[in-house]
């Protein structure tokens, strides 16, 4: 694959990851869907997609995936719809990459793993920007909504670590998908009395799972074989920034001081980590 190949197919895959914060919340800010409804119908029509391109390439996704990984799907998928329903595209985005950078950090160092000078630093930046995003002020995210994201943040870092050396990504990323519906539908089921079905918000939402889920993670693991351990946690920190600028130009959203502080902060403290990290190891 040429360079100019992988870098359409990186750019394609976090366009498509900040596309779902972007049309998760044009759906609930903007029609009348609800958010167990928009969960339900993201993962079925990313369980459809994908079961559809395992199966392309002779191979039966559905058989693939694991329980507990389905469940953290499903919960970071809950979540984030829920929060969605009053945080902003870029807040929503930024806490869930910080969330999601954090559950990864804390792993390895439980494993084991031991941080230099600088990349405590960073973590420490990281962490600061986090906080100060959600201290109570004027322009702070609402409290639980910002809760929720970062329990989505935290369901989507522990889906990721369980997906390593899984077998083959879009294989177990189908079954998980499948495996995560019926737990979407019990949710959709005991909230029966708020489902307020919209069908430009449906539209959204498969939107949200057909393309933004389901192509594009199979775009992103088309490209993550090709791309250094770092080179795709780095290129990552492009995904809030991409939510952001869309939130603003797409959907109207106000662009803060604080959010711009915090995004400094967040994405320049997990570069530090990540690049320090990687220096060691060269």
């Known amino acids: 694959m040429s360079r100019a190949h992988l870098a359409l197919l990186t750019l394609l895959a976090l366009l498509a990851f ?13 029609t009348t869907i ?14 459809v997609v994908l079961g559809l391109l395992a199966w392309r390439r002779g191979t039966r996704g559905h058989a693939r995936g694991n329980g507990w990984s389905a469940f953290a799907l499903f919960a970071y998928a809950a979540a984030f719809s829920f ?6 595209a870029a807040a929503g ?5 910080g969330a999601v950078q954090a559950t990864m950090i804390a792993h390895g160092l ?6 230099r000078p600088l990349q405590l630093g960073g973590l420490v930046l990281a962490a600061g920007g986090l906080v100060g995003l959600v201290l109570p002020g004027l322009s702070a995210p609402p409290l639980a909504a910002a809760l929720l994201m970062l329990a989505a943040g935290i369901a989507w870092g522990m889906y990721s670590l369980r997906g390593r050396g899984a077998g083959d990504p879009l294989q177990v990323t189908a079954g998980n998908f499948l495996r995560a519906v019926p737990l979407a539908a019990v949710l959709a089921l005991l909230m029966f009395r708020h489902i307020t079905p919209d069908p ?11 393309l933004a889920s389901g192509m594009g993670y199979a775009i992103w693991y088309s490209a993550l074989p090709l791309l250094t351990s770092v080179t795709a946690a780095t290129v990552q920190l492009a995904v809030p ?4 600028l869309g939130g603003v130009f797409l959907l109207g959203e106000p662009l803060t001081l604080r959010l711009l502080a ?13 690049m320090t990290g990687a220096k060691r190891t060269q």
């Open 241 to 244: 920034v991409i939510a952001a």
């Open 262 to 274: 915090a995004s400094v902060a967040i994405l320049g403290g997990v570069a530090l980590v990540v």
């Open 93 to 97: 985005a930024l806490l869930l990459f």
């Open 18 to 30: 900040a596309g779902n914060s972007l049309l998760c919340r044009a759906a609930l800010a903007h």
């Open 34 to 47: 609800d958010a167990a409804s928009f969960t339900l119908v993201r993962l079925l029509s990313g369980a």
């Open 110 to 115: 439980w494993s084991g793993e031991r941080l």
């Open 83 to 88: 929060a969605y329903l009053r945080l902003s």
């Open 200 to 210: 430009t918000g449906l539209g959204y939402a498969v939107l949200s799972g057909a």
